[in-house]
């Protein structure tokens, strides 16, 4: 199924193609560097994250923070996260090296009406 989603069904299936039909056929043995596997372990474990979400119906938001320096300036970055933990995570990294900087408010994007938070992290 893997390889069906990721080459297509048109090109998988085996009655019907001919470059299926050598794949399978070839016994030829073919060296693996860890580089390979380590791909093929990065590829699989992303998507078990994903459908771990998607089984528990978490969906990635898009989220706008608002931050304001000590004079009163203020500037938004947007962010993506699964939940307002993993947004608060991100914002605390990358902020890490500002202290003069706040948040100044959360919401997500294309709602700026309503604020997730408002006032001081």
């Not at 699964?82 to 997500?108: C, N, Q």
């Amino acid at each position: 199924m893997l390889i069906e989603r990721h080459i297509g069904p048109e090109r998988y299936c085996p009655e019907r193609s001919a470059w299926a039909q050598r794949v399978l056929g070839d016994r030829s043995p073919y060296r693996f560097h860890l580089a390979d596997w380590k791909a093929i372990e990065v590829a699989l474990t992303a998507e078990l994250a994903d459908f771990k979400n998607r089984s528990q119906g978490r969906t990635i938001v898009a989220y706008v923070v608002e931050v304001e320096n000590k004079g009163g300036r203020k500037a938004t970055k947007e962010y993506e996260g699964r939940s307002f933990d993993e947004l608060r995570t991100k914002v605390a990294m990358d902020l890490r090296g500002y202290p003069e900087i706040h948040i100044a408010g959360v919401w997500r994007k294309g709602r700026p009406n309503e604020r997730i938070f408002v006032g001081r992290w």
